[in-house]
């Protein structure tokens, strides 16, 4: 497609409940990058994947938080058991082979009741 | 460690005016990656200018332009003659060179042009 994709764009979930969301990148980005944000704030990292490869986890704020990029294109984020505290908007990022710059999906907006 | 910091959180022009936006960063790294992002109501970060670190020209873009200086650590937005559209979040963020890693962003400026 022609830009970053993410879906759904709003999501409600009540506190317990397990969470997906899907980021389609850039065809052809090879890197894809997911972040936090919460509100007001800058978005923070989550975790990193160059083709199906997950390089980094490190910014995934506990263990209820999984990612995953199984044929190298399209990025599920999944949260278990949501909290409160996971109500942030999530964005998706890729990055292709030739520059640094990360081109952004809109983001998902998720709200946990 | 990397760190970006944009001390003005919100800032409030009239039309026409000029404005500037401040960005200070840390890194002990000597090549790295400087971008300024646009944040609509929308959600989008929208990509606006990278520098690459040896790289100290300042540049213009219509009515953007940006300031690099390295001997302050400092990568400053200035838009000329405001329009309402530029109303906006504004992130500065960092990147090191050569390293698979994250872009390390600010915590943002919330831009308000009022008419």
């Known amino acids: 497609g022609a830009g970053v994709s993410q879906s759904p764009r709003y999501k409600v979930a009540k506190r317990g409940q397990d969470v997906a969301l899907r980021c389609d990148p850039i065809s052809g980005h090879v890197s894809l990058f997911w972040y936090q944000q919460a509100l007001g704030q800058g978005p923070e990292f989550l975790t990193y994947f160059q083709n199906e490869a997950q390089l980094d986890k490190s910014g995934l704020p506990s263990d209820r938080f999984f990612a995953e990029r199984p044929e190298g294109s399209v990025s599920t984020l999944k949260i278990q058991r949501t909290q409160q505290e996971d109500s942030a908007v999530y964005l998706c990022?890729?990055?292709?082979?030739?520059?640094?710059?990360?081109?952004f999906g809109q983001g998902t907006r998720l709200t946990v009741v | 460690a990397q760190k970006v910091t944009q001390a003005q959180t919100e800032i409030s022009v009239v039309e026409k005016e000029d404005v500037t936006l401040d960005c200070v960063y840390e890194t002990r790294d000597t090549t790295y990656y400087l971008f300024w992002y646009k944040q609509p109501p929308s959600g989008e970060l929208v990509f606006l200018i990278r520098?690459?670190?040896?790289?100290?020209q300042n540049e213009i873009s219509g009515r953007y332009s940006w300031n690099f200086q390295k001997s302050t650590s400092s990568f400053n937005f200035t838009i000329t003659a405001s329009q309402v559209v530029d109303s906006a979040v504004y992130f500065c963020a960092l990147d090191i060179m050569n390293r698979d890693d994250k872009i390390i962003f600010g915590k943002g400026t919330r831009l308000h042009i009022l008419p």
């Open positions: 520098r690459n670190s040896f790289d100290e």
């Open positions: 990022a890729s990055q292709s082979r030739s520059g640094p710059e990360a081109f």
